[in-house]
């Protein structure tokens, strides 16, 4: 009986064929982006539905609005617009524009929401959980497509490129230093309920955004 080692290998595809599957589609990275931003907005609306509060550039928008009662969306847009510079320099054209357009579609989808449903009753830990997961599940979708939420995404994407260190690890320390912030603004148990949303959140991402296990193309 012939050993394994006799058995033929198929030949490796061409690169160009290799290039062609792996790479996305201008339609795959429009529907990713659409719903990665529309989880996302989900999970913000929850947060003001229930007065919690979230980690990142959003947490830092969510800051502003609880302290001058500005509007979200606007706010968020404008606290990204120092990060694109960075973000064309280390991450590339491609991902500074896909993220330009996530961002700013991010802002029009939380402004326009209360205009298109409202929620009655929501428990912050329902609201906590449920939005950790909606953050987490939306910014994997743009990772996956080269894209982020801008500001701390950014540098937290960046940093696992360079350094080979966890996305979710460093989002989570970042937005340990956003929350410890709420606790001037918000109230104490509110305050807990969004702890326990960004555990949730970054724990989804460390868990499926692992250095060398998915590529992000």
């Not at 280390?90 to 029009?108: A, I, P, Q, W």
Request: one cysteine or more; proline letters at 5%.
């Amino acid at each position: 009986m012939a050993s394994d080692s006799a058995v033929p290998t198929p030949p490796a595809p061409p690169a160009a064929e290799t290039e062609r599957v792996r790479r996305h589609t201008l339609f795959e990275d429009a529907q990713a982006l659409f719903t990665g931003t529309l989880f996302v907005s989900l999970a913000l609306i929850m947060f003001r539905q229930a007065g919690l509060m979230t980690g990142g550039t959003a947490g830092a928008a969510f800051l502003l609005h609880y302290a001058t009662g500005l509007s979200f969306g606007p706010l968020f847009f404008v606290l990204n617009l120092p990060f694109y510079g960075f973000a064309w320099k280390r991450m590339g054209l491609e991902f500074t524009l896909k993220t330009f357009l996530s961002v700013g579609l991010l802002s029009l989808m939380t402004s326009w929401s209360p205009a298109l449903f409202a929620i009655e009753r929501l428990h912050p830990a329902y609201a906590a959980v449920l939005g950790g997961l909606l953050l987490g599940s939306g910014c994997l979708f743009l990772a996956r497509h080269h894209a982020s939420l801008g500001g701390a995404t950014i540098v937290s994407l960046y940093l696992q490129r360079a350094r080979q260190w966890r996305a979710g690890h460093v989002q989570m320390a970042i937005d340990g230093t956003i929350l410890a912030l709420s606790f001037a603004l918000i109230e104490p148990q509110k305050a807990l309920y969004s702890i326990l949303a960004a555990v949730t959140m970054n724990l989804f991402i460390a868990i499926n955004h692992r250095p060398g296990r998915y590529a992000v193309l």
